[in-house]
């Protein structure tokens, strides 16, 4: 079986990923893996490897956009999003499309691309389940077509921030503006609305996540029902263990005695979550703010 971990990016997304993929019945699909994309590696040693491994170290980037060239933690065979692989294995532009991929994108051509993928390291790895990671559009409908028993595990964080981590980001390309950013060009409404505040980065980045929202809205009532699991980044941090358990169990995974070796090994800390408050000054939030209130109060991050 095929299942995905989405969210927007700099959500909790990564954490969500690498404690399910302790699970010694999940299989994934590696950085190495992904680093090696021509040899089209199907990572048959992941899992046992990565289970011996420590956890990520926390604050972790990417090496490309790391501040430093040395970094415990660093070498290790661990989950990917496997981008290069993908877009060189089953769609080119399965990386940075301008909108979501749906279902109607996926042409025959594809799904037998995709399947080939996707199958290849379910057998070599022979696992009950490979999960992947997803990051910026959500990507379900196209994947979800090419598997019909699609499990998606959809992580949430408070816009605000996301908005604020954005920003901090080697990766956020915002600042080249929405004509040139990973997300394609902003909708009338939302060019508008950036306008109204003088064309403001943070706002510009408050109106990415809340475009994404809504697409992971959209891809949520298309999904077929029960196949949809919307977790809370601050929830997980609340609770970890009742949250992993509602994950493990949408899953269709125990709570097995390797598991809870895996999932020992973490600790989980609340310390940033609102680094947002002191990070971006008073007038940047008070606009973030008001462009997200309407997203913030449906996912319940306001009153």
């Not at 949430?156 to 997300?183: C, E, H, I, K, Y």
């Not at 077929?224 to 977790?231: A, F, M, R, S, Y």
């Not at 992993?244 to 800390?269: C, I, N, Q, T």
Request: aromatic share 10%; glycine share 10%.
């Amino acid at each position: 079986m095929l299942a995905v971990v989405v969210g927007t990016g700099r959500c909790g997304s990564t954490l969500v990923q690498e404690l399910l993929s302790r699970h010694p019945g999940v299989g994934f699909v590696s950085g190495v893996d992904d680093k090696l994309s021509r040899l089209n590696l199907a990572g048959r040693f992941n899992g046992p490897l990565y289970r011996r491994s420590a956890p990520r170290p926390a604050g972790m980037t990417s090496l490309r956009h790391s501040r430093r060239l040395l970094e415990k933690g660093r070498l290790r065979v661990a989950p990917s999003e496997a981008y290069h692989l993908l877009d060189r294995h089953v769609v080119a532009g399965f990386s940075r499309p301008c909108r979501d991929l749906s279902a109607d994108d996926l042409t025959p051509y594809l799904r037998r691309r995709l399947r080939a993928f996707f199958d290849a390291r379910i057998e070599r790895q022979g696992c009950r389940l490979l999960l992947h990671h997803v990051t910026g559009w959500p990507r379900t409908g196209f994947l979800g077509a090419g598997y019909p028993g699609l499990r998606v595990v959809n992580v949430v964080r408070d816009g605000r921030a996301v908005t604020n981590s954005w920003l901090q980001m080697g990766w956020w390309d915002g600042w080249r503006g929405p004509d040139n950013w990973f997300l394609g060009p902003l909708p009338t409404d939302l060019r508008r609305e950036w306008e109204e505040y003088d064309r403001s980065f943070p706002v510009l980045a408050a109106l990415g996540w809340k475009m994404l929202m809504d697409s992971f809205a959209e891809a949520r009532a298309v999904h077929p029902e029960g196949q949809w699991l919307d977790v809370r980044y601050e929830d997980l941090l609340a609770d970890p263990r009742a949250e992993v358990a509602r994950m493990l169990d949408f899953l269709g995974l125990d709570w097995s005695p390797a598991f809870e070796k895996g999932f020992g090994r973490y600790r989980f800390h609340a310390g940033r979550q609102a680094a947002y408050q002191d990070e971006l000054g008073v007038a940047q939030l008070a606009a973030v703010e008001r462009v997200l209130d309407k997203p913030l109060r449906q996912w319940g991050y306001r009153d």
